[in-house]
Nanobody
Framework: QVQLAESGGGLVQAGGSLRLSCAAS????????MDWYRQVPGMQRDLVAT???????KYADSVKGRFTVSRDGAENTVYLQMNSLKPEDTAVYYC?????????WGQGTQVTVSS
């Protein structure tokens, strides 16, 4: 069974940086497009960034120029480098993919940015 697991969240001051990781396990096949979402309590889960199997990327306007998504295909791992963090980036961050008919989510990792 394929599973996604995020890591790398934490507490950081405004202007700081964090790097999130999402590792896919349970398959020898390359995961296709993967996404990062974030969610604040009581709000919907919002798409932050996407990376395709070919390395094409797309970002939400709110994070363009500050966040960078990348992947290590050999390790089935996706990264989200977050720079110039703002208090409004505070959320639980989830990775997500659609693989062989299944919608997969990680358990989430908390990112807290203090002002």
């Amino acid at each position: 069974q394929v599973q996604l697991a995020e890591s790398g969240g934490g507490l950081v001051q405004a202007g700081g940086s964090l790097r999130l990781s999402c590792a896919a396990s349970g398959t020898a096949f390359s995961i296709p497009s993967m996404d990062w979402y974030r969610q604040v309590p009581g709000m919907q889960r919002d798409l932050v960034a996407t990376i395709t199997s070919g390395g094409m990327t797309k970002y939400a306007d709110s994070v363009k120029g500050r966040f960078t998504v990348s992947r290590d295909g050999a390790e089935n791992t996706v990264y989200l480098q977050m720079n110039s963090l703002k208090p409004e980036d505070t959320a639980v961050y989830y990775c997500h993919t659609y693989f062989r008919g299944s919608i997969l989510w990680g358990q989430g990792t908390q990112v807290t940015v203090s002002s």
